[in-house]
Nanobody, 126 residues
């Protein structure tokens, strides 16, 4: 079992920046796929970024590519999402998720992940 706790959500103006963090309750190791998901009000949960702890490849959705950066600090077992150039459409809950041995190409699918945090709210005003 892995418990995940997100933090860093806030209310910002359009064009602003935030860094979300997701702390894991145990050693993650090199065989986990870790992802960030965005759920806008009334919408489904969409994968926006992911990485595999055993490699250097990353996944970004088209909506955030070039603006968001995902990273993992294996010394702290903490996942980050650096968000730049925030837009009002980025508003919503952000969840981190973890799944061992999940291929990165499947990381956009929320149903592939077993472990979830409770989310952190990001609000971007125009």
């Amino acid at each position: 079992q892995v418990q995940l706790v997100e933090s860093g959500g806030d209310s910002v103006q359009a064009g602003g920046s935030l860094r979300l963090s997701c702390a894991a309750s145990k050693y993650i190791g090199r065989n986990y796929c870790l992802g960030w998901f965005h759920q806008a009000p009334g919408k489904e949960r969409d994968g926006v970024a992911a990485l595999y702890t055993g490699g250097t490849s990353t996944y970004y959705s088209d909506s955030v590519k070039g603006r968001f950066t995902i990273s993992f600090d294996n010394a702290k077992d903490t996942l980050y999402l650096q968000m730049e150039g925030l837009k009002p459409e980025d508003t919503g809950m952000y969840y981190c998720a973890a799944q061992p041995f999940l291929r990165l190409r499947d990381a956009r699918k929320s149903g592939e992940f077993s472990y979830w945090g409770h989310g952190t709210q990001v609000t971007v005003s125009s």
